[in-house]
Structure formats: C-alpha cells, structure tokens
C-alpha cells in the first residue's frame, strides 16, 4: 500500500510530498520530495498512542458528576465506580471497550494500553475460562482494528496493610494461581492481533504486597510494566504510614525501574523524587483529563521535562476521550500552575509540536509498539487532519498543531491508520454503527446503575 502526501510530519521535521509505502502494517519506505501519485492527504502525522485506559469506565461518563452530602473526592468516586461495575457482563465489557476504542480512533489514537483488572465476576469466583475478560477485550480490539496493549493487571489486597478485598475489588483478585492462568488465556487471545503486546501492571502500591512487586517485572519478560503511584495525597500518607518512606521513594529504592516502565499519574513527588523518577528512563503517564476530574492534582511538569523526563498521555477513566484536550490540559494546568504561557516547550519551540512529537514518542514506549514516527520498521499508525476545517486556515506546519491543539474541534482527524488498518476514514471509524448500537443497547440496560 502507498499513501501520498502533501506535507507530513518526519522524525527530522516536516517535508513535503512525502511517499509512505506500508507493507504488513508497517511502514517500509519514506520518500519526501517524491513524484506525486494517486490521491494525496493534506497533513500526515504519527498517530499516538493511548497509554492508559480502563475502558469500562467509559459507561460511567456523566454518572458521577453530582455533588453529594459530604465531600466528594477520587475516594467517593472509587465507591461508585465499585458499585457500577458489579453490573457488567462479558458482553457488556466488550460492547463497551469497542465504542471506546471507536472514539479513541476518532480521536487520533492508534492504540491503547488497557489496564485491565476486571477479571472475576462480580462477588468473586471464576469464569469457564479464567481470562474471559481479556479475551473481550481482545475481541473488541480486533472488531475496531485499534492497537492493543493488553496489561492484565495484578491486584491482591485492599490496602497497604493487606487488608482483604471486599465488595467490587472481589472482580479483580489476582493469585499467583489465578493470575498465571489470566496471562496465559491473555497471551493466547492476543495471538490473532499482529501488533498487540503483552504486558504487565501491578495495580498499585496499595493493592499489591512488597514480595509481589519485586517480582512482577518478570512476569511477562521484555514487556511493559505500568503501575498506577503517587495519584491522592492520602495514598503517601498510608504508605508512609506503614513503610516510612513516600512511594516514589519506595519505588526508586526497591523496583528496578527503567524504560520498560510506565509510572501512572505521578502526581505528588518532591522536587528529588520528581528528578530521580525521570532519569530511570521511565515513562510518566500523564492523564490529564481524568485527573482533573478526580482532583488528583498537577504533574510537575518543568522538573521532570528538566531531566529528560519521558512522557504521554492516556485517557483512564474515558470520561471524554480527546487527543488534543488531554494535550491542551496538561499545557493549560502548567500556566495555570506557573502563572506563565508556553511552560513545557523548549525555548523557541511551538508547543503543540513539542506535545505531539514528546506524548507520540513516550505513547509507544509505553505501549511497547514501534511507533510514534513516521520511519521504515514503525508500524504505521499515521493520521491525516482536515486542513480544509475553518479552524485550521491559513495554518501550515507546527502552527497547524498548535490550532489542532488550542483552537480545534472534535472531529478534525479525517483518516487513521492503525498499524496500517484504515479504521478512520471521512472523520468516523468505519465501523460506528454497529458499534454505537451495541453500546446503546448496553447504556439503556445499565441506566439505572448509579
Ligand atoms: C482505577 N483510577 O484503577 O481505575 C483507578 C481507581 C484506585 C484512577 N486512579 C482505583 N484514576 O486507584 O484504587
Ligand atoms: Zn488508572
């Protein structure tokens, strides 16, 4: 396959008349400056990656907004979410997943890392075949065609101090026994998927003991290993409580944290763990729209970007899915927090790019996916936005990004491309219809669920 276009956006910087040719998904000849042939697209980008997401509560949107008697928090919102997810089927896991990961492609997302612990069903015990839930989750991967990184996720207790699951945590138990079988059901169901990966997520500092996250990296060699830390104030308060040291100092001394990590949220570090986390090597991953929501907090952006920090963002909750907010409200958080304009690029540089260029290249690391740039052996994740949009005129170049990102719509990407699958085309993934059907059906079953 060969796609054409007018103006793309290279490692090296933007060119024009750029000849991409795709062969098995993957990108094998990049030529700017080509003959031109056949229909062009205006504007070729990489299309990122999604590195952070738990699809199902994607169902919840607009059903936690309500001020209740006492003070709402993450932890009032972590009940609810509890409570909603002990009405979801199988089928209901699925029809969900797909219609997030639809508007994931409309978004600009090529893939996504699901951080998935939903593994039991409700109450606790264990389905015919114990990784019935991955294997959903695999399914509506292939039904959208987005990139999958499939993170089983390990979840063993209630808190720091061991405490037992209870109520909606019983779906998510994850025994040495158990959780073996899940990766294996897992392994198998992504087999039909060419670019999915395997990878591995302990949950968090909270929900998984000491011995088991030494160990957890091991779990599935080579592969990514995200971990949700340092999200609420209170989670430092109960690790310090039991261990006496603040969990990013915990991780730093105990994990063997590199690349191959991707550090959800960390959101409350001093100045020293904020450096010492970036020169692991290890992603941050950012989610600033859910973050936001939940009132996490603000990322320390200057001080982690100061070390070389690597970064990107993921939409965890799903409570709007948005390529370009999720860019916009990490930069917008910053000048509101720093009181300045322009706070993450470097000097000279327009932001959009600097986001785009920085959240495409963590994204796949994160994921594990060659990808994140338009060059021979990357899988070809690449979108193309609708320059002829009324928001975008008269833009070209990192400009054009800049409006994308501050000025924009939704809806501004017209084509995508997943690993060379063309999901998107004219501005709606080719199989919405169906999808949206589905999961309609799913949310009228599920309205009364909070
Ligand atoms: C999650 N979500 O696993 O879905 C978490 C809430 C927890 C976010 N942290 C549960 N955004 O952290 O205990
Ligand atoms: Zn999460």
């Known amino acids: 396959m060969i796609l ?5 956006l290279l490692p090296d910087g933007w060119a024009r008349d750029v000849l991409v040719r795709i062969e098995g998904g993957r990108i094998v000849e990049v030529v700017p400056g080509a003959p031109r042939q056949g229909p062009a697209v205006a504007c070729l980008l990489p299309a990122p990656v999604n590195l952070h997401s738990h699809t199902f509560q994607r169902a ?10 006492g003070q709402d928090s993450f932890w009032t919102w972590r009940a609810l979410m509890y409570r909603f997810l002990e009405r979801l089927s199988p089928e209901d896991v699925e029809a969900i997943a797909a219609q997030a990961m639809v508007e994931m492609a409309e978004a600009g997302f090529a893939a996504v890392c ?11 015990g264990t389905y015919a075949d114990p990784a019935e839930l991955s294997v959903r989750l695999a399914a509506a991967a292939a039904t959208t065609g987005l990139g999958l990184t499939h993170l089983p996720v390990i979840y063993e207790q209630g808190g720091v101090d061991g405490r037992a699951l209870a109520g909606g945590q019983l779906r998510f138990g994850s025994q040495p026994e158990t959780y073996a079988k899940v990766l294996d059901g897992a392994g198998r169901a992504l087999a039909g998927l060419p670019d999915a990966r395997l990878g591995v997520a302990p949950h968090s500092l909270r929900a998984v003991s000491r011995g088991t996250l030494a160990g957890a990296a091991d779990m599935v060699p080579g592969g990514p290993v995200h971990i949700h830390i340092a999200e609420q104030v209170a989670e430092v308060t109960e690790v310090a ?25 960390a959101t409350q570090m001093t100045p020293d763990e904020t450096a010492a986390l970036a020169r692991t090597g290890a992603v941050a ?10 009132g996490d907090g603000i990322f320390a952006a200057p001080g982690w970007l100061a070390e070389g920090g690597a970064f990107g963002v993921g939409s965890d909750s799903n409570v709007r899915i948005s390529w ?16 300045g304009r322009a706070v993450m690029a470097d000097a000279g540089r327009s932001t959009g790019r600097f986001l785009w260029d920085g959240a495409a290249r963590g994204g796949a690391q994160a994921a594990g996916r060659a990808s994140g740039a338009i060059a021979a052996g990357m899988w070809a994740d690449l979108l193309a936005l609708d320059c002829a949009d009324v928001r975008l005129e008269g833009l070209a170049g990192d400009s054009l990004l800049d409006a994308f990102l501050f000025a924009g719509r939704d809806g501004l990407v017209t084509d995508l491309w997943s690993a060379g699958r063309h999901i998107v085309q004219a501005g709606r993934h080719i ?15 599920l309205r009364e669920a909070l």
């Open 285 to 294: 991953g950012l989610c600033p729209i859910t973050e936001a929501n939940l």
């Open 4 to 8: 054409f276009a007018e103006t793309a």
């Open 114 to 124: 699901e951080f998935h612990y939903l593994h039991h069903p409700a109450g606790g």
């Open 60 to 69: 919840m949107a607009g059903m936690t907004e309500a001020r209740t008697a």
């Open 431 to 445: 199989g919405r219809d169906s999808i949206e059907a589905r999961f309609r059906s799913t949310m009228r079953s």
């Open 324 to 339: 370009a907010e999720e860019l916009r409200l990490l930069e917008y958080s910053q000048r509101l927090q720093h009181k």
């Open 241 to 265: 409580a039991a261990w006496g040291v603040r969990p990013v100092e915990w991780a730093l001394a105990n994990l063997a944290l590199d690349r191959r990590w991707c550090m959800i949220h």
